[in-house]
């Protein structure tokens, strides 16, 4: 290991061996092999709670508004005594626990114990379970998983949910609200199960093969997808992740963290970073909205965080409330060794910005990256920790994986072999099948350049879905991934999405996501303005059309050129796959859904912003 010159960040100095192939194809891996890791992730937690009992593993807001804290002591007791009930209960592989409601302490004490008896446990986003009445989404999730138990922390938003989607033999756990009619139990009563020996047993019973939960896919093109998680993949991807952020085997990692357990990133990487290191994590109930950032920016002016992830929207907000709150600034820089960013591209302002508070608040410079995993690598498998002087470096492969580059179009589709890699979908052997290659490799969809040309020493940078990209009416492909993010960089923050389209046509368009908090400091009074307003301001409008036009005359050719933007008056929707709980859009969707906004852009609608030669109209 070699010491880094930001903030005495240990970094690690990996070895990386390729391999050219005749068929075009690069192999790439770590000569440096995976460390030993433990079979199942409670191993990690009975460590702690055995050599540190009183440390805090997990603290939530409670209704006075003051942090309640649980030490790793007790929480391993109470995880044994739902480990016993779940036993009682004949809770299986094939009748797993299933999770609707949002992170809490109980959402997490459940899900572990569950996991420590070998049960499966599968958290999903409550909109399935509160964004409709018809609940088609929810139904083809249980129908996959066949869930023994449900457990909802205020079961009262899920009444409807739960009486139309699940089998009425299905019981539930919550802490307040029990559904009418449904046999039910307070999770307080679980805490007083006396644990037998059949805990022991069962525990003993589980290994790296043992499916840990299930987490699934958004579903944007039908029925979610039911990705197994096994204790080897989510052991050996925290072994991974320790190789990489080497500080934390010596600094237990303390976290501030809002991103939903229903995802890979916050529910496997920084869930079980805290406990494989024996650190803090405190839940923010916040999100990386204007309203959502409110309660973030709470919680981050009292507990500084040693590691934070956020999306660049949710930084671009953090750095707004930073400029003008020294406190803030001060304290979440104070113990803070690294950013984490991922979801989207972040904006260079967005980078510059948060380098430039760090040494305001400690005089250094933080260390910014970011990586590429999914739901299917557990997810960590790429990540970058060389400083880097603008955002994209996704780094190299972490110990363990194997990253197959296929040349297609240009491009290189990257596939990833590894003991993070998901055997496969749950009950689903066609999906499984269709998902890797005749060497084994999983195929992610994704594809990536070389940061240095066929060096991979340097790195890589996201090059789009292969998925999302096409071409124009020329014949030209385009790069969606890439150009989106280069879109939202020279918006300057006005915008924080976009959705390329153009598929087909002679010139390029997007559906811009607007950013109303910069919006409204362009307009005196901007506040008091309504959204619709903001948008039709021609103050608004014509800063939106200089950022276009300025976009327009630097784009090298008609695949980097977008000529027309439209901005979007209504959010992209959830249940409609149109965006995930993290903020990530998906493309694909946001067409389907939005393909008369599409149409208006090319018709010229009134609200259309378009670039010409001379002028901006």
């Known amino acids: 290991m070699t010491e880094g010159h930001m903030r005495d960040i240990k970094l690690w100095s990996p070895r990386l061996e390729w391999q050219e192939r005749a068929d075009g194809s690069i192999l790439i891996w770590r000569s440096d092999a995976l460390g030993p890791y433990p079979d199942s992730m409670t191993e990690r937690f009975a460590h702690w709670a055995q050599t ?119 019981p539930v756990v919550c802490r307040r609200n029990p559904p009418p009619g449904r046999l039910s139990h307070r999770l307080p009563d679980l805490f007083e199960v006396e644990p037998g020996p059949a805990v022991d047993t069962a525990h003993a019973s589980t290994g790296p093969d043992t499916v840990a939960k299930f987490l699934f896919t958004s579903g944007t093109t039908g029925s979610p997808k039911a990705v197994i998680q096994t204790q080897r993949m989510l052991c050996s991807n925290q072994e991974m992740i320790a190789d990489c952020y080497a500080f934390l085997r010596e600094d237990p990692p303390v976290v501030v963290d809002w991103a939903p357990w229903n995802h890979t990133a916050s529910g496997n990487k920084v869930f079980n970073m805290v406990i494989y290191h024996g650190g803090t994590f405190f839940i923010d109930k916040g999100r990386p909205t204007p309203a959502g950032m409110r309660e973030t920016i709470a919680n981050l002016r009292e507990i500084s965080p040693t590691w934070y992830f956020n999306v660049p929207a949710g930084y671009e907000m953090l750095v707004h409330a930073m400029r003008e709150d020294e406190t803030l600034r001060d304290t979440f820089f104070r113990d803070l060794k690294m950013l984490m960013y991922a979801g989207a591209g972040m904006a260079q302002h967005t980078w510059d910005a948060l380098e430039e508070l760090s040494r305001q608040a400690s005089g250094e410079p933080v260390h910014i990256g970011t990586g590429l995993g999914s739901t299917e690598t557990a997810p960590f498998s790429l990540y970058c920790t060389e400083p880097q002087e603008r955002p994209g470096n996704i780094g190299i492969p972490a ?84 150009l989106r993010a280069q879109l939202v960089d020279q918006f300057g923050g006005l915008i924080r999405d976009a959705v390329i389209t153009g598929a087909d046509r002679e010139e390029l368009g997007a559906l811009v996501v607007p950013f109303y908090p910069a919006l409204r400091k362009l307009v005196a009074g901007g506040e008091q303005m309504s959204d619709a307003e903001i948008l039709q301001h021609p103050e608004v409008r014509a800063a939106l059309a200089d950022r276009l036009g300025a976009h327009t005359r630097s784009a090298s050719g008609s695949a980097t050129r977008v000529m027309r933007i439209l901005p979007l008056r209504d959010a992209p929707r959830f249940e409609r796959g149109e965006i995930t709980d993290k903020g990530s859009i998906n493309q694909r969707a946001m067409l389907s859904h939005r393909a008369d906004l599409v149409e208006a852009l090319y018709a010229g609608s009134d609200e259309v912003i378009a670039f010409e030669e001379e002028t901006v109209r």
């Not at 809490?104 to 409550?126: D, E, R, T, W």
């Not at 589709?413 to 979908?425: I, Q, S």
């Open 52 to 170: 540190f009992p009183d440390r805090p593993w997990m603290a939530e807001r409670d209704e006075a508004g003051g942090w309640s804290r649980l030490p790793y002591g007790q929480a391993m007791d109470r995880i044994r005594a739902i480990s016993q009930f779940c036993l009682d209960l004949g809770l299986s592989t094939d009748r797993p626990l299933i999770i609707l409601s949002d992170n809490s302490i109980g959402h997490a004490l459940m899900a572990l114990g569950a996991q420590h008896v070998g049960i499966p446990s599968a958290a999903i986003s409550p909109a399935y379970a509160t964004a409709s009445n018809e609940f088609d989404k929810l139904r083809d999730i249980v129908g996959q998983i066949t869930p023994g138990l449900i457990y909802a922390e205020d079961a009262a938003p899920f009444h409807a949910a739960i009486a139309s989607a699940f089998p009425p033999d299905v």
């Open 399 to 482: 110990q363990g994986i194997t990253l197959k580059l296929v040349p297609i179009e240009e491009k290189y589709e990257l596939r990833l072999k590894g003991p993070n890699v998901t055997p496969g979908y749950w009950r689903s052997p066609k999906l499984t099948a269709a998902a890797f290659d005749d060497e084994g490799f999983y195929m992610i969809g994704d594809a990536v350049k070389f940061a240095v040309d066929r060096d991979p020493r340097h790195g890589f940078f996201f090059d789009g879905r292969t998925a999302e990209n096409f071409k124009l009416q020329t014949g030209t492909w385009v790069a969606v991934g890439k």
